[in-house]
């Protein structure tokens, strides 16, 4: 028989992408079956995620992820996952940003689907393929309704309670996805391509087994196709409760968890231990220097408001300027509202430090440096991301990607003093409340 060198280049390709057999010894835990060793709780509660008889048991509540201690670039990822109950849902990232993307409780990233009993035609339990906040990928196949999102080939998940086994090759932006041993979906041209590896909580029980990673040799990508590396921070919020914040019954029923939104109704009914405190949300713990991520949206309807125009230096009037308002909110940083961070729909916008500011004993740069440098807030109704700095007596606060606040000076505040969010009357969501402890 005549052989083509096109048809041994084909076999060379096709041994290429063989799966790896079972005992490969190259392979490497990514869970040790004891503990949750190597892993990171990004957003959600201490006891969302557990490692319990050999397995990493999700428990669905709130909704959230955890993610590797690691970032990976090219890879081969096997594992095993069963949900508990019908229609459940969870997910396997990959390529993923440390932290949540803003607005929402998950993270950007390529997510491998983990579905439960659900069939349309855009989406299916068979191991979809998609790109998720701001990630970017090429499907396999067009997608019906134009989604960067690959169904797959043909249907070859089992149903809860059976237990199901995927193999996720990703090499050079190209991910493949194997299903109970055949592959059935993957894209191309995934951005970013180096990144963390999480598994998604989604409302429902489900368990995981058997992870284990075989690495590749990289190929260098740009800094621009790869995930930053952020550590060190920790949810303030489990979603399930208000551990971590002080109880008062005052606040029952207006500070409410709702998975992983905090909302408030703008009613508390806390009296605290004086007018400073009364309605706040107060951290148990008090803090000295920090990075504090939090998101924000208003959810009041938006009425007309009149108030002194904010002038250069600081001062009030005597001219009044109209704007859409939605309410007034904020955080208070080292147990002071003069040191309020302020979340507002004034035009001159969200991130001012009002307290120094409007205080004339202070020198002319702190009371102008406390004033946005411009208005970076979104549209009432969206979300909203503060990313605060405190260290000894200066803040720096970002809004939305946009340094509103640079490294302004706070004189006399307190070393050290616990966080809060303010209750000013109006209504308003948090999200994704992370902070980072600094030394």
Known sequence: MRVQLRDVVLLVVVMATWPVAADDDSFAPLFNGKDLSGWVPVNVAPNTFTAKDGLIVSTGKPTGVLRSAKQYENFILELEWRHMQPKGNAGVFVWSHPLTAQGTPFAKSIEVQVLDGHETANYTSHGDVFSIHGARMKPDRPHPAGAERCLPSEKRSKPSPEWNHYRVECRDGVLKLAVNGKVVSGGSECRP??????????????????????????????????????????????????????????????????DWVLNYDGKSEAK????????????????????????????????????????????????????????????????????????????????????????????????????????????????????????????????????????????????????????????????????????
């Not at 489900?206 to 550590?231: G, T």
Request: aromatic share 8%.
């Open 193 to 258: 391509r180096k990144g963390y590896i999480c598994l998604e909580s989604e409302g429902s029980e489900c368990h995981f087994r058997n992870l284990r990673i075989k690495e590749l040799p990289s190929s260098n990508p740009p800094a621009d196709e790869v995930q930053p590396v952020i550590d060190g921070f920790r949810s303030l919020y489990t979603g399930l409760d208000l551990a971590n914040w002080v109880s008062d019954p005052g606040h029952v029923g207006h500070w409410q968890p709702q």
């Open 272 to 439: 605290g231990t004086g007018p400073a405190d009364a309605g706040h949300l107060w951290t148990e713990k008090e803090f000295g220097d920090f990075e504090l991520i939090c998101d924000w949206k208003w959810t009041g309807k938006p009425k007309t408001s009149k108030r002194p125009v904010i002038q250069p230096n600081g001062d009030e009037g005597p001219e009044e300027e109209e704007f859409a308002d939605a309410g007034d909110s904020g955080i208070y940083l080292r147990g002071n509202d003069k040191s309020q961070i302020n979340m507002w729909c004034r035009p001159i916008g969200s991130g001012e430090i009002r307290g120094y500011r409007l205080d004339k004993s202070m020198p002319a740069e702190v009371r102008t440096g406390c004033i946005p440098k411009k208005r970076a807030d979104k549209p009432i109704g969206q979300w909203n991301r503060f990313h605060i700095t405190m260290k000894g007596d200066r803040t720096t606060v970002v809004l939305n990607g946009e340094t509103v606040i640079d490294n302004v000076q706070l004189p006399g505040i307190p070393a050290r003093g616990r966080i809060a969010l303010q209750h000013h009357g109006d209504p308003i969501q948090f999200a994704s409340i992370l902070i980072r402890e600094l030394k």
